[in-house]
């Protein structure tokens, strides 16, 4: 074990396009940080790249093996001896998830429901101890699908609904153990794969509705780590929209 410079976050998916931007806004801020991904290849090129700005380990665990969240939070505390705050930015494509429902393909539901509400809450309860001890922060990300009605959305609103559910109820009740616990809820991000694989066309329509403009993932991380940092010690239960005004 190397004890940590500074306060821990664990950013799972933390390879991806938002959880990529989160960790640079979060070395800037002087977090340590533990950087979870699948792939080695994209791990490794964001832990390298990161080592400028300050500490920063790669962790590889595919979150559908077994005890997935048990090892991954085992591993950062032994590595860094602590955890302050965990973000959840772990998602996968949303093929058969999104469209019109009666096109839909309903076998795909139950991993994506896993993956938005059981891979939280296994994330959760692996890392409650540590979050107790530390007066720490459990944030997730959702969607505004899960927010708000939307045709297309039946499937992907139903499982980001469920987490939503999750985070606002475990907030009430970790906050007597001093955790507190929220969602970001983007929209349409800017320059992700999300938004190559939605389409220029598409997302220019959203754009045309969104008057502050589409946010990028870096407009979305400064809200990550004010929510995980002291300033939001009296805030728990939220979820907030990143969407440049594109719903309210
Ligand atoms: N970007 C958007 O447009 C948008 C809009 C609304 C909501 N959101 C939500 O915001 C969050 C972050 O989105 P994003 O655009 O940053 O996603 P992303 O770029 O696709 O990143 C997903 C992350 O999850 C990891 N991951 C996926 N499957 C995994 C597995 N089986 N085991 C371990 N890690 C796995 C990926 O690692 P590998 O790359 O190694 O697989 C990557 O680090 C997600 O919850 C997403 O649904 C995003």
Redesign the pocket.
Same mark, same amino acid.
């Given at each position: 074990m190397s004890a940590a410079a500074g306060k821990v976050l664990l950013i799972?998916?933390?390879?991806?396009?938002?959880?990529?931007a989160i960790a640079r806004a979060a070395l800037d801020e002087g977090w340590t940080l533990a950087i979870?991904?699948?792939?080695e290849v994209?791990?490794a090129g964001l832990v390298a790249a990161l080592g400028v700005r300050g500490p920063a380990e790669g962790f590889l665990? &595919?979150?559908?093996q077994v005890d #997935?969240a048990d090892t991954l939070v085992a591993e950062v505390v032994e590595q860094f001896g602590r955890l302050d705050a965990v973000i &959840?930015? %772990? #998602? %996968?494509?949303p093929s058969g998830i999104t469209g019109l429902f009666a096109q839909a393909e309903p076998a795909a539901f139950g991993h994506f429901l896993d993956?938005s509400v059981g891979w939280l809450q296994r994330l959760a309860h692996a890392a409650y101890p540590h979050l107790a001890r530390e007066g720490g922060t459990l944030l997730s990300?959702?969607?505004?699908a899960g927010v708000f009605a939307a045709p297309r959305q039946a499937l992907i609103g139903a499982a980001r609904a469920g987490a939503i559910g999750f985070i606002r109820n475990f907030a009430l009740e970790a906050a007597r153990d001093g955790i507190r616990a929220h969602c970001i /809820?983007? /929209?349409?991000?800017e320059g992700? &794969?999300? #938004?190559r694989k939605l389409g220029s066309e598409r997302m220019a329509k959203a754009a045309t509705r969104a008057g502050l403009g589409l946010p990028t #993932?870096e407009d979305i991380a400064p809200l990550a780590i004010f929510l995980c940092g002291d300033g939001a010690r009296k805030i728990t239960g939220q979820v907030i929209s990143v969407n440049g005004g594109l719903n309210a």
């Amino acid at each position: 074990m190397s004890a940590a410079a500074g306060k821990v976050l664990l950013i799972a998916g933390g390879s991806g396009s938002v959880g990529s931007a989160i960790a640079r806004a979060a070395l800037d801020e002087g977090w340590t940080l533990a950087i979870h991904g699948r792939s080695e290849v994209k791990v490794a090129g964001l832990v390298a790249a990161l080592g400028v700005r300050g500490p920063a380990e790669g962790f590889l665990v &595919d979150i559908w093996q077994v005890d #997935a969240a048990d090892t991954l939070v085992a591993e950062v505390v032994e590595q860094f001896g602590r955890l302050d705050a965990v973000i &959840d930015c %772990t #998602a %996968t494509g949303p093929s058969g998830i999104t469209g019109l429902f009666a096109q839909a393909e309903p076998a795909a539901f139950g991993h994506f429901l896993d993956l938005s509400v059981g891979w939280l809450q296994r994330l959760a309860h692996a890392a409650y101890p540590h979050l107790a001890r530390e007066g720490g922060t459990l944030l997730s990300f959702v969607s505004d699908a899960g927010v708000f009605a939307a045709p297309r959305q039946a499937l992907i609103g139903a499982a980001r609904a469920g987490a939503i559910g999750f985070i606002r109820n475990f907030a009430l009740e970790a906050a007597r153990d001093g955790i507190r616990a929220h969602c970001i /809820s983007p /929209s349409y991000v800017e320059g992700n &794969d999300s #938004a190559r694989k939605l389409g220029s066309e598409r997302m220019a329509k959203a754009a045309t509705r969104a008057g502050l403009g589409l946010p990028t #993932a870096e407009d979305i991380a400064p809200l990550a780590i004010f929510l995980c940092g002291d300033g939001a010690r009296k805030i728990t239960g939220q979820v907030i929209s990143v969407n440049g005004g594109l719903n309210a």
